[in-house]
């Protein structure tokens, strides 16, 4: 992907957005982290590179929630909603612990 957005745009104007950099970046550590795969062949320092660029590439998807209003959308509400989700989850553990404790005093 990279590779041909540097083809189509040339590179000064693809440098130039810091989003393209940043996926230029993430791409470039990608492929290094599968030669080090290859290279190291089982050695636990490739697979800590492989974590953190695996990562970064769940972060390229965060470019969407800048483009996309629908998406922007969701989860303004979802982040709007959380407290109420919060007391929800509060009250369920609270009732989970009486029925727990009175199942214990009953048959236990």
């Given amino acids: 992907e990279a590779a041909l957005k540097i083809f189509g745009l040339n590179f000064g104007q693809y440098w ?12 470039a550590g990608s492929t290094a982290g599968v030669a080090v795969r290859f290279a190291a062949n089982g050695i636990d320092l ?4 492989l974590r ?3 990562l ?6 965060l470019r969407l929630v800048r483009r996309v ?3 922007r ?3 303004k509400t979802f982040f709007l909603s959380m407290p109420s ?7 369920l553990l609270l009732l989970l612990f009486i029925f ?3 199942g214990l005093h009953l048959f236990g």
Avoid: S
């Fill in 16 to 27: 130039r957005d810091g989003w393209n950099r940043f996926d230029f970046f993430v791409v």
């Fill in 46 to 49: 490739a697979t800590a590179f």
């Fill in 52 to 54: 953190i660029i695996r």
């Fill in 56 to 61: 970064l590439r769940v972060a390229r998807a």
């Fill in 69 to 71: 209003k629908g998406i």
């Fill in 73 to 75: 959308t969701l989860l």
């Fill in 85 to 91: 989700v919060y007391n929800i989850g509060a009250i």
């Fill in 100 to 102: 727990a404790v009175l």
